[in-house]
């Protein structure tokens, strides 16, 4: 997102009329609980930013000397996390309503379950009947078709403890989601709205047009 973010962290950047992980922050406090918010780059700013958006209990969590990706992130927060928690990527704008991923969580009984969207290549799953059947490694393999993980997920906590190093820097893709896939243990929940992944400057620009920018 350079050069956007030399001055300021991307979940503070503006889109509409708030910061863009402030979006996320409203989807999960509705899902009741206390929320957890993991920060690195400008760390201070960004938490200053996203404060009026969080609940007064939000526990902040400062990724350093580097970010530990949101495995190691979840790692690092195994004795504060619900039996059940939610994950959200700060960049992902997205109509998805947390309570009905929770309900499909629910009604699979899995250990975890991943929000997915259909997409025609660059896939990271293969799907069969509600549940991921193979984790595609996008790097190796960018033009198969199947699910794409939109940065939403549903997870156990003692079912993925054993999967998780406290202290490695790690990715929920090779951490979590892959080694269920290739037990057949991770659930998916297909979402048909939209879901963006405010990853590049022409990403962001689409997102303010949708949400007032212009």
């Not at 069969?128 to 940065?151: C, K, M, N, S």
């Amino acid at each position: 997102m350079r050069p956007l973010t030399d001055s300021v962290a991307k979940p503070a950047l503006l889109v509409g009329d708030r910061p863009l992980a402030a979006y996320g922050l409203q989807l999960l406090s509705e899902l009741g609980g206390r929320l957890a918010v993991n920060l690195s780059w400008f760390a201070g700013t960004a938490r200053r930013a996203l404060e009026p958006y969080a609940p007064p209990n939000t526990l902040w969590l400062v990724e350093s000397p580097e970010p530990y990706g949101t495995a190691g992130t979840v790692a690092a927060l195994l004795p504060e996390l619900a039996d059940t928690f939610v994950v959200f990527n700060g960049d992902l704008l997205t109509d998805l309503r947390l309570g009905v991923l929770l309900a499909t969580h629910r009604r699979e009984a899995a250990p975890a379950t991943v929000a997915v969207r259909s997409v025609p290549s660059g896939a990271d799953l293969e799907v069969h009947d509600g549940r991921a059947t193979r984790f595609i490694d996008r790097r190796v393999q960018g033009d198969e078709p199947g699910a794409l993980y939109i940065g939403a997920a549903v997870i156990e906590r003692d079912h993925v403890a054993p999967l998780l190093q406290p202290g490695k820097i790690a990715g929920l893709g090779e951490a979590v989601i892959k080694p269920l896939a290739d037990r057949g243990e991770l659930a998916v929940h297909e979402h048909s709205g939209y879901a963006i992944d405010v990853g590049t400057p022409a990403q962001l620009s689409r997102a303010r047009r949708m949400f007032g920018d212009r």
